[in-house]
């Protein structure tokens, strides 16, 4: 199986902060990358597809960037609605995996 | 709009088994090239793809699963079941069917389940 590897874990950040998580693949998965967030009591919503993909209708706030191994996301400036946890997954092949997740709250 | 609905119980015992059911709305389970799919996020630990159906009735399933895993199709009824066999308290989690769209290039879960918690325990 393919190991994503997610950090941070957990994130603290002020309201118009420049927020970054990233992703690493246990090995090269190209582009095969979606980010997701889900918000607390509710289901994942995509956000980014393909790595650097931005779903229809996410706020343009949102980007993804990477390939190979490695990969980012980032939130240009914290919105108080942006508190979540992040998941970063991967599709290059089965079983699919996900990242451990990265819990983002507002200072 | 497609939109996913899980049921099932809440509570199941030590070594019995699982049962849930994604009904789907909005939409025909047969329609276009999709995956149909179970997720899992046990407490405090992250997502785990648990396995997936086509409406030919193909399934794939974790491997970490495999052995305990049935997923199937019921497409009169639009809707597709999981079950998971001689549970244990570390298949405690919150349950999501979503969908997975691998229609083109891209890959990925686009309509998710509000998710359904089943506890194990005695």
């Known amino acids: 199986d393919i190991q994503m590897t997610q950090s941070p874990s957990s994130l603290s950040a002020s309201v118009g902060d420049r927020v970054t998580i990233t992703c690493q693949a246990s090995?090269?998965?190209?582009?095969?990358l979606n980010w997701y967030q889900q918000k607390p009591g509710k289901a994942p919503k995509l956000l980014i597809y393909?790595?650097?993909n931005l779903e229809t209708g996410v706020p343009s706030r949102f980007s993804g960037s990477g390939s190979g191994t490695d990969f980012t996301f980032t939130i240009s400036s914290l919105q108080p609605e942006d508190i979540a946890t992040y998941y970063c997954?991967?599709?290059?092949?089965?079983?699919?995996?996900f990242g451990q997740g990265t819990k983002l709250e507002i200072k | 709009q497609v939109q996913l609905q899980e049921s099932g119980p809440g509570l199941v015992k030590p070594s019995q088994t699982l049962s849930l059911t994604c009904n789907v709305s909005g939409g025909s389970i047969r329609s276009g090239t999709y995956f149909w799919s179970w997720i899992r996020r046990p407490a405090g630990g992250g997502l785990e793809w648990i396995g997936r159906i086509y409406t030919s009735g193909s399934t794939n399933y974790n491997p970490s699963l495999k052995s305990r895993v049935t997923i199937s199709v019921d497409t009169s009824k639009n809707q597709f079941s999981l079950t998971l066999s001689s549970v244990t308290a570390a298949d405690t989690a919150v349950y999501y069917c979503?969908?997975?769209?691998?229609?083109?290039?891209?890959?990925?879960?686009?309509?998710w389940g509000q998710g359904t918690l089943v506890t194990v325990s005695s």
């Open positions: 997954q991967h599709y290059d092949n089965l079983p699919y995996t």
């Open positions: 979503a969908r997975e769209d691998s229609t083109g290039y891209y890959d990925y879960f686009d309509y």
């Open positions: 090995q090269d998965i190209t582009n095969y």
């Open positions: 393909d790595a650097s």
